[in-house]
Structures are given as structure tokens and as C-alpha cells.
């Protein structure tokens, strides 16, 4: 007999006093292969080897997600017992036994989700719902609503996990979560990762929608909220200001060394640009006007030193998270990519480098921060400090950068505060 079913024999023994060790042998065993937990609303069951559910309807298994594949129990075995048993077990042998047939690591007890992965591309979906198992749908609107229709007749909460892919997934991201259901948009970038960490090499679309689900599983993801509709609107004016900001760049390039014909046909490109730029500062001013907060917001940032409508325009729509109670001027550098990553490994000390953020943010920041370089006294002052230190010019103006976010925090938030003159 297996060394797990001494175990249980001892366990048995000991709980029951009067049988020995040879009487709770002598009883039929029943397996508790436990290959997956079930859910039946809150009550969570675990299946036997001969088919039969283990606990009553009604109680609670603790170990969810927790192989027990090898442990054996008397047919009768009561699920606090079941339970007992599975806390004396070691970590040890649970992280052994789980790796075995798991090589993702269990869900954790505490989270009585499912995750769904949902891989997205132009014309279709690859859904995930279990592992091994997944199938795809049309990117449409009816195939978003037969996914909700699914996914609501499943027995637990369900969490779909995305990746962001550009504009082919709002669509089901914003159905999703009209529809009532948690969704999570993750970073390509972090998934990938994730792929690397468990040696995962092939890519397909079936293969990443399984990768979403473990995912989730894994590092449980924070949920996906669309933003405020005032925010949204703001940005996409934004975007569209930029697209062409960029358009006109591309035309006034080509005028160096352009023909006739190329320069007339440039010229008029350019101003064409100029035309839709200048309508849609219009609408944002006029967007603006219609949200006193807004206004308020942008009026109040544009009393710093090298921040003007453009600067704020660009915070309110692509960095509302500043607006929020909870939220920090630390957390808020993270985001827009002027926090320093340190470079250390035992004796090594590295530079400190920036990276990554909402480039949007930043570019704009970095254009206030050079002017306030040169035209803010207080922060004048503290490049020059920084400049007899011996720091190069892009360190300046990143502390300069992180400065301005601090600063822009700080009136957001806190009405009595005061500019120096």
C-alpha cells in the first residue's frame, strides 16, 4: 500500500479511537482523484474515482484548484475531515504534486474566478473557456453577443482577458463590460514575457488565447473600466490633432528639393492640415467649455511656468488617473515613463534609465520642462543645482519633467495651494 494511504489510514485511526490501525485498513478505499474542482454556485465539490461526488451539496471544499490526485480516504470520509487532511499536507508536497500535472501554478483559494482567454485580431476570435479547449468566432457584434450569451450560462464568475491590439479590440472590451462581465486588457508586451518564463516559443492564435487564460490565472490582472465619456471624447480629438500634425510634418518635408508640381501639391496638403487643425482646437476649447471641471483643470495647470492649452489638453485626456483622490505622484511618473529604473546586482551599480509610459504625456512634458529650464526661476534653480553635480542635460530635464508632475498633482488636488511669483 501507498505511503498516502498510511497516511490516511493513521489520520482515520486517530479520528475514530476505536478502530485500529488494521480495522480502518480492512475498509474499501475510494480515490480522490480531485483533477478538477467543480463549482456549483458557492458550494465547491470534489469528484471520486467512482464517480461519486465526495462532499454534500452545501459544503465547501478549502483546497480549490488543488491536485489530490494519490491521496486516499475511507468511502465516508465527512469533508471536514477531507479538509483536515489537505491542511496537514506540506507545501512541499502540494507545489509537487500540483506541478505534476498543473505547469501553471493553482489558482490561489481565494480566487473563485474563471478566466477566459480571448485573442483578438481583424476578422476573428479564439476563445479559450478551459485548457486544450478553445474555438473561434467572428470579430462581429452578433459574435460579441453570443460570447456574453456563453459565457452568462457558465455556473462561476467569469473573467475575460485581452490583449490590446490596436483598435480591434474596444469593440468586444466595451460589449463585454456593458454586458456586465470583468474583463481584463493586459500589455502584449507583459504576455509575451509571461510566454518567455515558461519556455513557450510557438505562437498562434489558438496557442495565445490558451496563453491569456494561464495568464489571468497566474497574475490575476486588474479589471478593465472604460473611461469617463468626457475624457474619451477629449482624447479622440487629441488623436485626431495629432494624426495630422504628423501629416502636415510628412508634406512640408517634401517640399526640399520638390518639382513644381510637388510643391503645389504639398502646399495645398499643408494647408488643408491646417484647416482640420485649427477646427478641432476649436472643438476641444468648445469640449472644454462644456466641462466646467475640465475647464477649471486646464486653467489652473496653464498658471505653471511652460505649460499651455496644449499641455493640458494632452493631461486631461491621455492622463486622467491625476484627477483621481487615490492617486500618486510617484504612481502617476511610472505611468508617463519619467521614473528611474535602477541597474544594481550585487556590486554593480548601473545607470538609471527611463523607459516605456504614455509617450503622448511625456513628449509634452518634456517640451514644458525645457522651457521651464529657462524661464522658471524655482526650477532654473534646481537645473542649475543638478548641473554643478556634474548630471547631463536629458537628466536635468527628466528630474525637471518628474518636477512638473508633481507640481500638477499638487493643484489639482489641493485648491489652497499657491504658485511662487
Not at 489510514?9 to 480531485?34: D, F, K, L, T
Not at 513557450?200 to 494561464?214: C, F, H, N, V, Y
Not at 534653480?381 to 527628466?398: H, M, N, Q, S
Request: glycine share 8%.
Amino acid at each position: 500500500m501507498s505511503r498516502n494511504s498510511d497516511k490516511a489510514i493513521g489520520w482515520a485511526a486517530a479520528e475514530n479511537g476505536a478502530q485500529s490501525s488494521s480495522e480502518a485498513a480492512a475498509q474499501p478505499m475510494v480515490e480522490v482523484v480531485a483533477a478538477r474542482v467543480l463549482l456549483r454556485g458557492d458550494c465547491q465539490v470534489v469528484r471520486a474515482a467512482d464517480g461519486r461526488l465526495a462532499p454534500e451539496p452545501g459544503q465547501a471544499v478549502r483546497a480549490r484548484g488543488i491536485d489530490l490526485a494519490g491521496e486516499l480516504g475511507p468511502p465516508g470520509l465527512h469533508l471536514g475531515d477531507l479538509e483536515q487532511l489537505t491542511e496537514q499536507r506540506s507545501y512541499r508536497s502540494e507545489a509537487r504534486i500540483a506541478s505534476r500535472r498543473h505547469p501553471m501554478p493553482a489558482t490561489p483559494a481565494t480566487n473563485l474566478h474563471h478566466y477566459i482567454g480571448v485573442d483578438v485580431s481583424k476578422h476573428f476570435l479564439d476563445v479559450a473557456f478551459e485548457a486544450n479547449a478553445g474555438e473561434r468566432l467572428a470579430n462581429l457584434a452578433t459574435a460579441h453577443r453570443e460570447l456574453i450569451r456563453r459565457i452568462r450560462t457558465l455556473p462561476i464568475p467569469c473573467v475575460v482577458v485581452v490583449e490590446s491590439s490596436g483598435p480591434y479590440h474596444h469593440g468586444l472590451v466595451l460589449a463585454l463590460w456593458n454586458g456586465g462581465i470583468e474583463v481584463c486588457v493586459v500589455p502584449p508586451g507583459r504576455v509575451r514575457a509571461f510566454a518567455r518564463a515558461l519556455g513557450l516559443r510557438a505562437k498562434t492564435d489558438r496557442l495565445d488565447a490558451q496563453l491569456l487564460r494561464r495568464y489571468g490565472e497566474a497574475c490575476t490582472p486588474p479589471c478593465w473600466s472604460p473611461p469617463a465619456r468626457e475624457h474619451a471624447l477629449l482624447r479622440s480629438l487629441l488623436e485626431a490633432r495629432q494624426a495630422l500634425i504628423e501629416q502636415r510634418t510628412d508634406w512640408h518635408n517634401r517640399l526640399e528639393g520638390a518639382d513644381a508640381l510637388m510643391r503645389r501639391t504639398a502646399t495645398a496638403q499643408i494647408n488643408s492640415a491646417n484647416r482640420h487643425i485649427a477646427r478641432l482646437e476649436a472643438r476641444l476649447r468648445a469640449h472644454l467649455a462644456q466641462h466646467e471641471t475640465l475647464a477649471a483643470h486646464a486653467c489652473r495647470w496653464q498658471q505653471v511656468c511652460g505649460i499651455g492649452p496644449v499641455s493640458a489638453w494632452t493631461l486631461l485626456g491621455f492622463l486622467p488617473e491625476i484627477l483621481e483622490a487615490h492617486s500618486k505622484p510617484s504612481e502617476l511618473a511610472g505611468l508617463v515613463g519619467v521614473a528611474p529604473d535602477p541597474d544594481e546586482s550585487g556590486t554593480h551599480h548601473g545607470l538609471r534609465h527611463v523607459s516605456g509610459g504614455r509617450w503622448q504625456v511625456r513628449c509634452v512634458l518634456h517640451m514644458a520642462a525645457r522651457s521651464a529650464r529657462e524661464h522658471n526661476p524655482i526650477l532654473r534653480a534646481f537645473a542649475d543645482r543638478l548641473e554643478a553635480r556634474g548630471k547631463p542635460y536629458k537628466v536635468i530635464i527628466t528630474a525637471i519633467t518628474r518636477k512638473l508632475l508633481h507640481l500638477l498633482h499638487r493643484l489639482s488636488h489641493d485648491p489652497d495651494f499657491s504658485l511662487a511669483t
